[in-house]
């Protein structure tokens, strides 16, 4: 009689056991992954931001000479910094902006709904490369489309990404341009907006501005925070966009053994992670770069553990 | 007398009845204005870069926007450029295997995170969404470094590919927003009849989470095709290796004068992922929504 007593919790346990052992192997693709691909070079990253290192000869201790070197001596740390939060201030709230006006106009048509949703999503698909391409044609100063455009029509032509001024603008529109992906989280956002509240508010007397500020916004303000933050952070990792833009507008691309111009046209184009791939795969000074890597990654978490309040509701716990 | 008093009854009512209507009408054509508009905004890149793509050397260079003769041999020329077939074939097998290793890695660890309940399953979770916002600049050079110097395989696909074979976070963080919406009784019945956690994910829950698993497939084929910073890091120094988004940029440099040709690759470069699009838009546009909104 006493013996199926102390064997329950010994089968209880053994349960246990199984099931650690189950969720262990769901769960271990990502648990190597994350191992590998995150946290092994992510501490070899703050390990050689610290290290003397040419990526040939052994590396040795440097201290925070890294650290001082592109704080305070490499003359293109603070600019391209600067680049990349103007690009994160203007791209990121014009984007969302334009992203909120296309989804709400597209919540209005009526006719042909689909092929106008269709047409404001494609340019979303097209390869960064091949859009960035296509944009140095585009607004090619000399003989691009636009500029003979704006010409007609008697309006200044702009020098687009061969002007300093005007090549983060040029970049912005191009970002404009790819705005699908908003739109559809926006629509989608908007749909779900119950239309008691339009009625109620409408009975109150409330006009069109008043019901968007009054009803939509609220209703829709945690996806509005999931756009800005996701925003500021691929915003943080700006690279394609720029680089190629870059090349193509002054003329040094592919190719081996040209040196190209870094941030083209004077700096104006130059971001953060194009500086990780200048000082440590063209420069070989691996322990700056990693100092510039680990200045990005901080950054990155901080606006990331925005995300990850539980007021934003990312993940939506139950 | 009846006429007459029904008279000012109807002039009251019909006047405002059709200024509904003609207000309702004004408002159909200042939407349906602004989102035409907002088609040209959206579609004349496409319509410029399309047509530059026919015309001759010579004109591509001036500003006129209508070919003078259409020249369809552009297209032949660029690809029979040495390289540009490389470049598909290095960029297929990139999306291709990446796509399907993608999947197969990341759907059991989504299930693990949507469904067992296990101590630190908040800080996987925590942790997935870091990876997913992680810039690939951060960890860059010690990869490059370990693939370089440790396996000797830079210069090759292989750096690019092997990775989607431990789960990608991304995938992983939509795939679980999915799982999440199915229902519990499903699992809690597929259990009563006997099914272990595999049989149920492969049976029951694969079957019903075709269209994540579709949005996860096309938006990794499309990040995968449309990479350009994994091919300059890895593949760069081997031009065998290759990929289009990285040929493409090296193509406008042999050809820099030639705004045609140019146009004529890029065409050819965005083509297949707008085909693919029109093919799988309901998979696609449910994906974008999924990721963005739920919870």
Same mark, same amino acid.
């Given at each position: ?22 969720? &262990?192997?769901?769960? =271990? ?7 590998? #691909? ?25 201290? &925070? ?53 269709? !047409? ?9 490369v091949a859009?960035?391409m !296509? ?50 989280? #926006?629509?989608? !956002? ?6 008691? $509240? ?11 501005? $008043? ?30 966009? !720029? ?10 691309i592919g190719g081996s053994?040209? $040196? ?27 322990? =700056? ?10 950054? =990155?978490?901080?606006?990331? =553990? ?13 | ?37 907002? +088609? ?13 793509? @026919? ?19 552009n297209y032949l020329t660029v690809w029979r450029t040495p390289g540009f077939l490389t470049w598909w074939r290095n960029t297929l097998l990139y ?16 299930? +693990?995170? +949507? ?22 600049? @951060? ?16 210069g090759s696909l292989?750096?690019? @590919? ?63 095709w449309?990479?350009y910073?994994?091919p300059q890091?890895?593949a760069s120094e081997n031009e065998g290796a290759w990929t289009l988004s990285y040929g493409l940029e090296s193509f406008k440099g042999a050809h820099h004068?030639n705004?045609?040709l140019t146009?004529a690759a890029t065409?050819l470069v ?26």
């Amino acid at each position: 009689m006493a013996l199926p007593l102390p064997s329950a919790p010994a089968a209880l346990r053994r349960r246990r056991r199984r099931e650690h052992a189950r969720t &262990l192997a769901f769960l =271990s693709p990502w648990l190597i992954g994350f191992g590998v #691909f995150f946290a092994y070079p992510l501490v070899s990253t703050v390990y050689f931001s610290f290290m003397r290192y040419d990526g040939f000869t052994a590396p040795t201790f440097a201290g &925070l000479r890294n650290w001082d070197y592109v704080l305070t001596r490499y003359p293109f740390f603070w600019q391209g910094l600067g680049n990349t939060l103007w690009l994160v201030a203007v791209m990121v709230t014009l984007r969302v902006a334009f992203g909120l006006g296309i989804g709400l106009l597209i919540t209005k048509v009526k006719t042909g709904a689909g092929l106008f949703r269709t !047409a404001f999503y494609l340019p979303y698909l097209a390869p960064p490369v091949a859009a960035t391409m !296509a944009f140095a044609f585009l607004l090619n100063p000399g003989t691009g489309p636009v500029n003979h455009l704006l010409g007609e029509l008697g309006l200044p032509q702009p020098g687009w990404f061969t002007d300093p001024a005007w090549s983060k603008p040029a970049l912005t529109l191009l970002a404009m341009w790819g705005v699908g992906d908003l739109m559809v989280i #926006f629509m989608a !956002a908007l749909l779900d907006v119950p239309r008691e $509240q339009y009625e109620a508010a409408e009975l109150d007397g409330a006009g069109p501005w $008043q019901r968007f500020r009054y009803v939509t916004l609220p209703a829709i303000s945690p996806i509005v925070l999931f756009a800005v933050v996701t925003g500021v952070i691929q915003t943080m990792q700006y690279y394609t966009q !720029a680089i190629v833009a870059g090349k193509v507008a002054s003329g040094v691309i592919g190719g081996s053994g040209q $040196q190209f111009e870094p941030g083209y046209p004077h700096g104006s184009t130059w971001t953060l992670p194009q500086m990780v791939y200048s000082l440590g795969f063209q420069r070989f000074d691996t322990g =700056s770069a990693c100092v510039v890597a680990v200045i990005l990654f901080a950054l =990155s978490m901080a606006f990331t =553990s925005v995300l990850l309040r539980r007021r934003s509701g990312l993940l939506g716990e139950d | 007398m009846a006429l007459a008093s029904s008279l000012p009854a109807r002039t009251a009512v019909r006047p405002s009845a059709s200024l509904a209507r003609r207000r309702a009408v004004l408002h159909w054509v200042a939407v349906h204005s602004l989102a035409v508009a907002a +088609a040209l905004f959206f579609l004349l890149p496409f319509v410029f870069v399309f047509l530059t793509s @026919v015309m001759s050397d010579q004109q591509a260079l001036t500003s006129d926007l209508w070919p003078h003769r259409w020249r369809w041999d552009n297209y032949l020329t660029v690809w029979r450029t040495p390289g540009f077939l490389t470049w598909w074939r290095n960029t297929l097998l990139y999306a291709g295997a990446g796509t399907l290793l993608t999947v197969v890695s990341s759907l059991p660890v989504a299930y +693990a995170l +949507a469904r067992f309940r296990f101590r630190g399953r908040h800080l996987a979770l925590t942790a997935v969404v870091a990876m997913m916002m992680l810039p690939p600049q @951060v960890t860059v050079i010690p990869m490059y470094l370990f693939w370089a110097k440790q396996l000797h395989l830079t210069g090759s696909l292989w750096p690019l @590919v092997v990775p989607m074979l431990f789960g990608d976070a991304f995938s992983i963080f939509l795939l679980r927003q999915f799982l999440l919406t199915v229902p519990r009784e499903y699992l809690e019945a597929a259990r009563i009849d006997g099914c272990g956690e595999l049989r149920t994910l492969l049976r029951v829950v694969l079957p019903m989470a075709k269209p994540a698993v579709a949005a996860v497939a096309l938006f990794q084929f499309f990040s995968c095709w449309n990479d350009y910073f994994g091919p300059q890091i890895y593949a760069s120094e081997n031009e065998g290796a290759w990929t289009l988004s990285y040929g493409l940029e090296s193509f406008k440099g042999a050809h820099h004068t030639n705004w045609n040709l140019t146009m004529a690759a890029t065409v050819l470069v965005m083509a297949p992922v707008i085909l693919l699009f029109f093919l799988a838009q309901k998979a696609f546009i449910e994906g974008v929504t999924l990721t963005g909104v739920k919870g």
